[in-house]
């Protein structure tokens, strides 16, 4: 089992950054593909971004690709995702996931954090 806690959600400004964390516990993110996902009001649960095994690759969607990176530390069981010149669209909850295989579906994930709330203000 995989625990999962994201933080570093708040209110924003167009334009501005943030850096959302994962901190994860129960067992090291080593050996999982770590994915980022966010869900808007009305719509269904969106791909973001994620980073394979030990951090050697990442993908992103074509919506935050240039303005969003994928980082992980190891060492603290973490993974961040930075977040620049944000966009009022970007205003979501945002969830990371943890899978052997995932890719951008999200049933491929097992675990999932609570989800963090991002807000962007025009």
């Known amino acids: 089992q995989v625990q999962l806690v994201e933080s570093g959600g708040g209110l924003v400004q167009a334009g501005d950054s943030l850096r959302l964390s994962c901190a994860a516990s129960g067992r090291t993110i080593n050996n999982y593909v770590m994915g980022w996902f966010r869900q808007a009001p009305g719509k269904e649960r969106e791909f973001v971004g994620r980073t394979l095994w030990r951090g050697s690759s990442t993908y992103f969607a074509d919506s935050v690709k240039g303005r969003f990176t994928i980082s992980r530390d190891n060492a603290k069981n973490t993974v961040y995702l930075q977040m620049n010149s944000l966009k009022p669209e970007d205003t979501a909850v945002y969830y990371c996931?943890?899978?052997?295989?995932?890719?951008?579906?999200?049933?491929?994930?097992?675990?999932w954090g609570q989800g963090t709330q991002v807000t962007v203000s025009s």
């Open positions: 996931a943890a899978g052997s295989y995932g890719n951008t579906d999200p049933a491929r994930y097992d675990y």
